[in-house]
């Protein structure tokens, strides 16, 4: 397996940070680097209640990325409605849904034989 680089690193905490920012729920990073047809090295997955919280969310981590790492998105899709955005860094490919569609196409379960990291929002377990 490869390691992930220096700047892989750096750009998924970053994404991870942005989604914390606007209280991104249910943040997973799946690292797919194992399988063999993947279509990037990450996704990173989370979910929001509303479309509005959806398109912040999205706006976030491209923000906190472009500041903290310098890169930018290669496409962007989704945000017309916003039920399911799709920020494409190559590498890695952010999903931020309307918690509805998060279940409704389960990414988790269909790409299973990734290793799957979830992280909570240290706010969210002290009560703040």
Known sequence: MRKATREE???????IKGL???KGKKVTLLDLRKL????????VICHAPSTT????LAW????VVRKETGRKPSHIEGT????????DYGDIIVHIFQEEYRGFYNLESLWADGVVTQYEDIQEKKGI
Request: glycine share 0%.
């Open 53 to 56: 919280q959806v398109d912040s």
């Open 20 to 22: 914390f920012e606007k």
């Open 60 to 63: 976030s981590v491209e923000d």
């Open 80 to 87: 017309e409605n916003c039920f399911w955005v799709l920020i």
């Open 36 to 43: 063999e047809n993947r279509v990037c090295d990450y996704f």
């Open 9 to 15: 690193t750096s750009a998924t905490e970053s994404i």
